[in-house]
Nanobody, 116 residues
């Protein structure tokens, strides 16, 4: 019933910025802890940022200080502002409630490529 669609990915140079969006069809964004995950080819999927329903945020050490997760409850949308991007940030980025992360409910994600 709930649909989550990621967008905003693309090609960016090292040191550049991108802002990803995750649009939900319901109120899941406001009532759940939402997470941005990423998966690079041949690597395990990892949680890079999360935000609780009260706005508490958390970040992986690899992105802390560079990425910012935010939420707009009125728009049922989660964002990931990515600054100072590095080639190692290249991955497919996914948005999903953290509680669903062990399920089969992953979407298609959005590709982020950091390269000169």
């Amino acid at each position: 019933q709930v649909q989550l669609v990621e967008s905003g990915g693309g090609l960016v140079q090292p040191g550049g910025s991108l802002k990803l969006s995750c649009a939900a069809s319901g109120i899941i964004v406001s009532i759940s802890t939402m997470g941005w995950y990423r998966q690079a080819p041949g690597k395990q999927r990892e949680l890079v940022a999360s935000i609780t329903r009260v706005g508490t945020t958390g970040y992986a050490d690899s992105v802390k200080g560079r990425f910012t997760i935010s939420r707009d409850n009125a728009k049922n949308t989660v964002y990931l502002q990515m600054n100072s991007l590095k080639p190692e940030d290249t991955a497919v980025y996914y948005c999903i409630p953290v509680a669903w992360s062990t399920s089969d409910r992953w979407g298609q994600g959005t590709q982020v490529t950091v390269s000169s």
